[in-house]
C-alpha cells in the first residue's frame, strides 16, 4: 500500500524553526516527486516546496524561498521541511504528497496533480 506519513510540526512563535517529516511506504521513491503543500482556513491548498527523487531538484515558492529547506534521505524514504525564520503567515496544516515520474517546478507543484498525499501535520506559528 501506498503511504505518506508526516510528523513534526506544533506551535513555534515567530521568528523560530520547525521542521516537518514526511515517511514514504510502500513504492519506489526514486521514481517520485516529493511535495510539500500547505492549507491555512479559508484558503486554497497552495505548493511550498518540492524534490524530484531521481536528480534531486527542487522548487520553492516565492514565499518561503531562503527560509524553507527540503531535503530527502533515500535509505530511509523520508523528505524533511526545514522551516526557519517563521512568521504567523505560515500557519497551515502541511502535507507531504507523492507522484510519479514528476519533475518539480513552479507549474507542476499544484495539488490538481499529484496523487497520494498524507494526513497532514499542523504547523502553528505565534506572533
Known amino acids: 500500500e501506498v503511504q505518506l506519513v508526516e510528523s513534526g510540526g506544533g506551535l513555534v512563535q515567530a521568528g523560530g524553526s520547525l521542521s516537518v517529516s514526511c515517511a514514504a511506504s510502500g513504492f519506489i521513491f526514486d521514481d517520485y516527486a516529493i511535495a510539500w503543500f500547505r492549507q491555512a482556513p479559508g484558503k486554497e491548498r497552495e505548493g511550498v516546496s518540492c524534490?524530484?527523487?531521481?536528480?534531486?531538484?527542487?522548487y520553492y515558492a516565492d514565499s518561503v524561498k531562503g527560509r524553507f529547506t527540503i531535503s530527502s534521505n533515500y535509505a530511509k524514504n523520508k523528505v524533511i521541511l526545514q522551516m526557519n525564520s517563521l512568521k504567523p503567515e505560515d500557519t497551515a496544516v502541511y502535507y507531504c504528497a507523492a507522484e510519479r515520474f514528476m519533475r518539480c517546478g513552479p507549474t507542476s507543484v499544484n495539488h490538481k496533480f499529484f496523487e497520494v498525499w498524507g494526513q497532514g501535520t499542523p504547523v502553528t506559528v505565534s506572533s
Open positions: 524534490v524530484t527523487s531521481r536528480d534531486g531538484r527542487t
